[in-house]
């Protein structure tokens, strides 16, 4: 038998680090396989096609992947059951394809593609079925402007994310992730990352290529992430968005829509401690009324590390402004533009406009790779002049100006599990109890269960 003195095995894991292969990224164009130009790196089943050279210059290769997830998701009541639905349970399949090209150190082009189906879902339609159709199709230029500072000019449709995905995410959670057909323009300079776009959102339909740009409505924004020098640990966002919908829809009416938000995020973590705190505000006109809305969230947590468990203690508290008056000349409600849908929790049944939240929360990990979170949230109206808003933002027929500013209260639970760099599982629940406004309007319990497996490669 060999035995290992403690130097030699110190020195193996080391080892072992170095030849792991990275993790797969939320975005996939952002990974980066120019380390298997050394054949001794390559140690894993799809190393062969994640670096193919093309050619003696090592700039120059294309990268192959791509993910399979199943997801089965059963509301007791989808929409609340709103319009009288019964239960429903289905299966959420999707399957992206991607190859990543890199001409020289100056130029990539990305290309995407997706297939989405919804068997069994009651009234299925996008953002739940995509037959197939370009997820992404960009191409990037790198501006030589220095080493340090160069920008990429990303031409093309493309997945955006700012922030914690409060107004711009990818809504990962139904099935068909959101993209943007534009421009986009992002550097760094002396430590302060730029990003300058003008987009379209991708207007999703359930047929086979056939997804063009969405013609109602208009993206652009300017968005800047640095260092908090006076918080060790901490950085701050800012920045602004600016939103247009010809279609827009409040309890206030229906009209068009251009909308101009200013905001300041400060996250990060210290001590145990971590933090992510956002404020907004948005102004602009709709339907020939000015917009004068804001909105206030804040994720405050403290983990310990008791037994390896490391224990998360954390507070979610969210304000997101209603409409005093329906008849005045100013829209109040707080546009949250294009959030991830699973806002509060994994059921997505109520948005962040004209609502204030409060949510603890606790999260640990029993084993390693396993995560388990549950959290208990209570909802109000941050007015009762305004609508209860759903998680796609549609305003609750006959809540506006009906008494009763507690909204609903609802318990979640989730099991994230990465078993291995390719697999991860994912387990949840969630109970949402409706209030009497609620009620009243037809609204019922909810319980939401869902179940997904996710291969990567």
Request: glycine residues 10%; aromatic residues 14%; proline residues 6%.
């Given at each position: 038998m060999?035995?290992?003195?403690?130097?030699?095995?110190?020195?193996?894991?080391?080892?072992?680090k170095q030849h792991?292969p990275?993790p797969?990224?939320?975005?996939?164009?952002?990974?980066?396989?120019?380390?298997?130009?050394?054949?001794?790196?390559?140690?894993?089943i799809?190393?062969?096609?994640?670096?193919?050279p093309l050619?003696?210059?090592?700039?120059?290769?294309?990268?192959?992947g791509?993910?399979?997830?199943?997801?089965?998701?059963f509301?007791?009541?989808?929409?609340?059951?709103?319009?009288?639905?019964?239960?429903?349970?289905?299966?959420?399949?999707?399957?992206?394809?991607?190859?990543?090209?890199?001409?020289?150190?100056?130029?990539?082009?990305?290309v995407?593609?997706g297939?989405?189906?919804?068997?069994?879902?009651?009234?299925a339609?996008?953002?739940?079925?995509?037959?197939?159709?370009?997820?992404?199709?960009?191409?990037?230029f790198?501006?030589?402007f220095?080493?340090?500072?160069?920008?990429?000019?990303?031409?093309?449709?493309?997945?955006?994310?700012?922030?914690?995905?409060?107004?711009?995410?990818?809504?990962?959670?139904?099935?068909?992730?959101?993209?943007?057909?534009?421009?986009?323009?992002?550097?760094?300079?002396?430590?302060?990352?730029?990003?300058?776009?003008?987009?379209?959102?991708?207007?999703?339909?359930?047929?086979?290529?056939?997804?063009?740009?969405?013609?109602?409505?208009?993206?652009?924004?300017?968005?800047?992430?640095m260092?908090?020098?006076?918080?060790?640990?901490?950085?701050?966002?800012?920045?602004y968005?600016?939103?247009?919908?010809?279609?827009?829809?409040?309890?206030?009416?229906?009209?068009?829509?251009?909308?101009?938000?200013?905001?300041?995020?400060?996250?990060?973590?210290?001590?145990?401690?971590?933090?992510?705190?956002?404020?907004?505000?948005?102004?602009?006109?709709?339907?020939?009324q000015?917009?004068?809305a804001?909105?206030?969230s804040?994720?405050?947590?403290?983990?310990?590390?008791?037994?390896?468990?490391?224990?998360?203690?954390?507070?979610?508290?969210?304000?997101?402004s209603?409409?005093?008056?329906?008849?005045?000349?100013?829209?109040?409600?707080?546009?949250?533009?294009?959030?991830?849908?699973?806002?509060?929790?994994?059921?997505?049944?109520?948005?962040?406009?004209?609502?204030?939240?409060?949510?603890?929360?606790?999260?640990?990990?029993?084993?390693?790779?396993l995560?388990?979170?549950?959290?208990?949230?209570?909802?109000?109206?941050?007015?009762t002049?305004d609508?209860?808003?759903?998680?796609?933002?549609?305003?609750?027929?006959?809540?506006?100006?009906?008494?009763?500013?507690?909204?609903?209260?609802?318990?979640?639970?989730?099991?994230?599990?990465?078993?291995?760099?390719?697999?991860?599982?994912?387990l949840?629940?969630?109970?949402?109890?409706?209030?009497?406004?609620?009620?009243?309007?037809?609204?019922?319990?909810?319980?939401?269960?869902?179940?997904?497996?996710?291969?990567?490669?």
């Open positions: 060999l035995v290992l003195g403690s130097a030699s095995i110190a020195y193996a894991q080391q080892q072992q792991m990275p797969y990224k939320l975005f996939r164009f952002e990974e980066d396989y120019r380390y298997l130009r050394d054949p001794t790196k390559r140690t894993d799809w190393d062969p096609i994640k670096y193919i050619g003696s210059d090592p700039a120059w290769y294309l990268s192959i791509g993910e399979l997830r199943e997801r089965f998701e509301y007791s009541h989808p929409n609340l059951g709103l319009q009288g639905q019964g239960p429903n349970g289905y299966l959420l399949h999707r399957l992206l394809l991607h190859a990543d090209l890199h001409a020289s150190d100056y130029f990539r082009a990305f995407q593609v297939n989405h189906l919804a068997p069994w879902k009651d009234a339609a996008p953002p739940y079925l995509d037959r197939l159709d370009f997820q992404q199709a960009f191409v990037d790198r501006l030589p220095g080493a340090d500072r160069d920008p990429i000019l990303r031409l093309g449709r493309q997945e955006m994310v700012f922030g914690s995905q409060r107004l711009v995410a990818i809504r990962d959670a139904p099935n068909v992730r959101r993209s943007f057909d534009g421009a986009r323009l992002s550097g760094t300079i002396e430590g302060v990352s730029v990003d300058a776009f003008v987009t379209r959102p991708v207007q999703h339909q359930a047929g086979i290529f056939d997804d063009p740009s969405d013609q109602r409505q208009a993206f652009w924004g300017l968005y800047s992430t260092p908090a020098s006076f918080a060790p640990g901490g950085k701050l966002d800012f920045y968005l600016g939103f247009e919908n010809t279609q827009a829809r409040y309890a206030a009416g229906q009209g068009e829509e251009r909308r101009q938000t200013i905001g300041s995020r400060f996250f990060g973590a210290a001590g145990g401690w971590d933090w992510d705190w956002e404020a907004l505000g948005q102004f602009g006109t709709f339907a020939g000015n917009i004068r804001w909105g206030v804040t994720d405050t947590g403290y983990t310990s590390d008791p037994a390896g468990w490391k224990v998360r203690l954390g507070l979610k508290a969210d304000i997101g209603g409409d005093r008056n329906l008849q005045d000349a100013t829209l109040g409600t707080l546009n949250a533009l294009f959030p991830k849908l699973a806002y509060f929790n994994q059921a997505a049944i109520l948005g962040p406009s004209n609502v204030m939240n409060l949510q603890p929360t606790l999260s640990f990990t029993p084993v390693e790779k995560q388990l979170t549950l959290g208990y949230g209570f909802l109000w109206r941050a007015t002049a609508a209860i808003y759903t998680g796609t933002g549609v305003p609750v027929a006959g809540t506006a100006g009906q008494p009763g500013r507690f909204t609903g209260r609802q318990f979640s639970i989730d099991l994230a599990w990465q078993v291995d760099r390719h697999i991860e599982i994912g949840g629940y969630v109970h949402f109890d409706p209030a009497r406004v609620l009620q009243m309007a037809g609204g019922h319990d909810v319980d939401f269960t869902y179940l997904s497996a996710a291969y990567k490669f």
